[in-house]
């Protein structure tokens, strides 16, 4: 472990300078306020002593067999029961006041006017921990918190020194206000864990995936599992703990082979998914990239009569790629079509979208694709549907018996949570992914890195090589 000391004016300053030269994995040892000299030994000057470490061991080897975080029941997936935490303080500003704005205030204040108790906040928000039930006992509360309140003493009594004296000390007000609402979202987020105490980091990421999207009882689990695996000196730090999640998150995901032909046996496939998602687009991509990359013979049979420019679409993609294709208006049409091109290398079924809650419609669908046994189905879903309407599509779809998940509109959104809830709820392989309107260039066979990537927050152009 490497410890340094850092001299600063103000906390803002002394976190740069840790940041700078010992990375974001650094934390904090300890703070004081020190006295020094000035200039021709004349006054004293008033700076914050910060002492900061970070450990220089190797990282350790990433568990990779036996882990998984999909469930096999569903009741496993209600997730924790919330402990009802006294909203009086949800959010502090800089002057420790409560505020319902959950946006911190950032106004400067004027250096002359009377400065408020800065440590109200504080008092506040512990106030809401005691108040808040836990599993542990109350040795087991006080033992933990010891060095936090003892941190936070030091901070206060930083601050009253600080007041004291004609110092400006508005950047420090800022800086524990923001402090203070973190502190309050640590104890917050412990609920979820049945108030099993989480490293800052381990919270950090379990944070983000809720923000992202991801079922709350997912991205509880991911971190739960990285607590009980990693090493207690590595539950801190940052690039450990986003190493070993995404390998959890990577070997979550199954991915569907990459179409392989065999002369003489065609290969069926139909899109199935809501309105709006982006089924014929995809099709067109597909047969474009089979035709082109793959040099197969391809078909393409459209159900969608409901839209006529949705076939008019498709005609079009077909002329421009020498595609041949036939409209099916019903059952036998479409059993005929089927026979007929038996001997081509891939037949796409592009069917019409319906609304899942659309009774009449998901019959219609699943009787036709109920007769041939030998298609494979593909559900598309758009990566902009929010999580409560995926949950409903991917429930009311599953009558049809979906094979594969197609995701599709990457480019549109930036968090992708709600994607990886699905795949790990249906357990079914992704086949394709695309990311644009160009066909057949904003396509791609799905791969485990890329969804992981996203998953784990980041963005599509920096893992697609575009930037960061």
Same mark, same amino acid.
């Given at each position: 472990?490497?410890?340094?000391k850092f001299e600063a004016a103000s906390m803002k300053e002394a976190l740069e300078k840790i940041k700078e030269e010992m990375g974001s994995d650094a934390f904090i040892l300890g703070t004081k306020q020190i006295s020094k000299k000035g200039p021709l030994g004349f006054g004293d000057r008033k700076f914050l002593q910060v002492t900061?470490?970070?450990?220089?061991?190797?990282?350790?080897?990433?568990?990779?067999?036996?882990?998984? @975080?999909?469930?096999?029941? +569903?009741?496993?997936?209600?997730?924790?029961?919330?402990?009802?935490?006294?909203?009086?303080?949800?959010?502090?500003?800089?002057?420790?006041?409560?505020?319902? #704005?959950?946006? $911190?205030?950032?106004?400067?204040?004027?250096?002359?006017?009377?400065?408020?108790?800065?440590?109200?906040? /504080?008092?506040?928000?512990?106030?809401?921990?005691?108040?808040?039930? =836990?599993?542990?006992? +109350?040795?087991?509360?006080?033992?933990?918190? =010891?060095?936090?309140?003892?941190?936070?003493?030091?901070?206060?009594?930083?601050?009253?020194? &600080?007041?004291? *004296?004609?110092?400006?000390?508005?950047?420090?007000?800022?800086?524990?206000?923001?402090?203070?609402?973190?502190?309050?979202?640590?104890?917050? #987020?412990?609920?979820? /864990?049945?108030?099993?105490?989480?490293?800052?980091? &381990?919270?950090?990421?379990?944070?983000? /995936?809720?923000?992202?999207?991801?079922?709350?009882?997912?991205?509880?689990?991911?971190?739960?599992?990285?607590?009980?695996?990693?090493?207690?000196?590595?539950?801190?730090?940052?690039?450990?703990?986003?190493?070993?999640?995404?390998?959890?998150? =990577?070997?979550?995901?199954?991915?569907?082979?990459?179409?392989?032909?065999?002369?003489?046996?065609?290969?069926?496939?139909?899109?199935?998914?809501?309105?709006?998602?982006?089924?014929?687009?995809?099709?067109?991509?597909?047969?474009?990239?089979?035709?082109?990359?793959?040099?197969?013979?391809?078909?393409?049979?459209?159900?969608?009569?409901?839209?006529?420019?949705?076939?008019?679409?498709?005609?079009?993609?077909?002329?421009? $790629?020498?595609?041949?294709?036939?409209?099916?208006? #019903?059952?036998?049409?479409?059993?005929?079509?089927?026979? /007929? *091109? *038996?001997?081509?290398?891939?037949?796409?079924?592009?069917?019409?979208?319906?609304?899942?809650?659309?009774?009449?419609? $998901?019959?219609?669908?699943?009787?036709?694709?109920?007769?041939?046994?030998?298609?494979?189905? *593909?559900?598309?879903?758009?990566?902009?549907?929010?999580?409560?309407?995926?949950?409903?599509?991917?429930?009311?779809?599953?009558?049809?018996?979906?094979?594969?998940? @197609?995701?599709?509109?990457?480019? +549109?959104?930036?968090t992708y949570g709600p994607l990886f809830s699905q795949i790990v709820k249906t357990k079914k392989p992704v086949s394709f992914l695309t990311m644009g309107q160009n066909v057949p260039e904003d396509f791609e066979f799905a791969s485990k890195d890329l969804l992981a990537g996203l998953f784990m927050g980041k963005s599509l152009t920096?893992?697609?090589?575009?930037?960061?």
């Open positions: 472990m490497k410890i340094k900061a470490a970070i450990e220089e061991d190797d990282a350790p080897a990433i568990e990779g067999a036996g882990i998984d @975080i999909r469930q096999d029941k +569903e009741e496993a997936w209600s997730p924790v029961e919330p402990v009802d935490i006294p909203m009086s303080a949800p959010t502090y500003n800089a002057s420790g006041r409560k505020q319902a #704005n959950p946006k $911190m205030e950032t106004r400067n204040k004027s250096a002359t006017a009377p400065q408020p108790s800065i440590t109200a906040g /504080f008092e506040a928000v512990f106030e809401a921990a005691r108040a808040t039930p =836990r599993a542990r006992s +109350e040795s087991q509360d006080q033992s933990e918190s =010891r060095p936090l309140r003892q941190e936070i003493s030091e901070i206060k009594d930083l601050v009253r020194d &600080l007041g004291s *004296h004609s110092t400006d000390i508005t950047p420090l007000q800022k800086d524990l206000g923001e402090l203070k609402s973190l502190l309050y979202n640590v104890i917050r #987020n412990q609920t979820s /864990f049945g108030g099993k105490s989480m490293t800052p980091t &381990l919270l950090s990421f379990y944070q983000k /995936f809720k923000d992202s999207g991801m079922d709350e009882a997912l991205a509880s689990k991911l971190v739960q599992i990285a607590d009980e695996k990693l090493e207690d000196r590595d539950k801190n730090n940052e690039s450990k703990v986003m190493r070993y999640l995404l390998a959890m998150i =990577r070997q979550s995901i199954d991915v569907a082979e990459p179409f392989s032909f065999k002369k003489g046996k065609g290969k069926v496939v139909a899109l199935i998914g809501p309105t709006g998602v982006g089924k014929t687009t995809t099709l067109a991509k597909l047969a474009a990239w089979s035709s082109i990359q793959s040099d197969a013979d391809v078909v393409l049979i459209t159900l969608d009569t409901y839209r006529i420019a949705a076939v008019d679409q498709l005609k079009t993609y077909a002329k421009i $790629m020498e595609i041949p294709i036939q409209v099916a208006l #019903n059952l036998n049409e479409m059993r005929q079509a089927i026979q /007929f *091109h *038996h001997d081509k290398s891939l037949i796409l079924i592009d069917t019409a979208g319906h609304s899942q809650r659309d009774e009449v419609s $998901m019959n219609n669908l699943r009787t036709l694709l109920a007769d041939q046994s030998d298609i494979e189905v *593909h559900l598309v879903l758009s990566a902009t549907t929010k999580s409560s309407d995926l949950n409903d599509i991917v429930a009311k779809f599953e009558q049809l018996n979906p094979d594969r998940l @197609i995701f599709t509109k990457l480019d +549109e959104t930036t920096g893992l697609k090589g575009g930037g960061k």
